[in-house]
């Protein structure tokens, strides 16, 4: 993992969505794509904020109190401890950063929970 | 800086290339955006890797032993202590992330050096 990263190649390698795929690492933290489809689960992590930036598509990240939508090009930091759940109506590919070993599920555990896989 | 971040619009507010201004934090890690033109200044960060994400433009990563020439919706992580230097022929945006406190230029220090700035 010490050449460059092309996003879109990577994430050609995904198939479903809600499988994140680890493309690299910023010392302690993961970079990592994944394509949404449908809606995740309400989660939160405790211990850290959390990264999306949108690179095709449109993200909803649903707060409790509201909405938050990102088009191409939009970055949003979901703080520590605040419940989240992400969805996306047409296929959304994004990049997410967050220390290593993050659940994806957070606090939520669950059928989508998915443990780290490099692609 | 509880919103969502247009890192378009952001950089639309930077009128200078390598004047780097921060948009928004993760834990500890600010996210900052760039413009590059033109050759930087060859440095290393001791005690961090150094994430750099093409957001338009191309950018050309020189490392000591080869360049890493990076287009949009591609990124590299150079890691902590290997000397680089940015440069781009075009102007180049840029999304970095690095620790809060990260000095731009490094080991380097110079005329280049730039405090943090949000915007």
């Known amino acids: 993992m010490d050449d460059k990263i092309d996003l879109a190649a990577k ?3 995904l198939d479903q969505p809600y499988r994140p795929g680890i493309v690299g690492y910023l010392n302690d933290y993961k970079l990592v794509v ?3 489809k449908g809606e995740f689960v309400w989660h939160a992590h405790d211990d850290t ?3 999306f930036l949108v690179l095709r598509g449109r993200l909803t990240i649903q707060l409790r109190d509201r909405d938050v939508v990102l088009e191409e090009g939009e970055l949003f ?3 520590r401890g605040v419940e989240h759940c992400p969805k996306a109506d047409v296929e959304t590919h994004v990049l997410l950063i967050e220390p290593r070993g ?3 599920t957070g606090d939520a ?3 989508l929970t998915v443990g780290e896989l490099e692609i």
Request: proline share 6%.
């Open 11 to 13: 994430l050609a390698l």
């Open 34 to 36: 994944v394509k949404v």
């Open 49 to 51: 904020d959390d990264f």
């Open 77 to 79: 930091v979901v703080p």
């Open 102 to 104: 993050t659940v994806n």
């Open 109 to 111: 555990g669950g059928a």
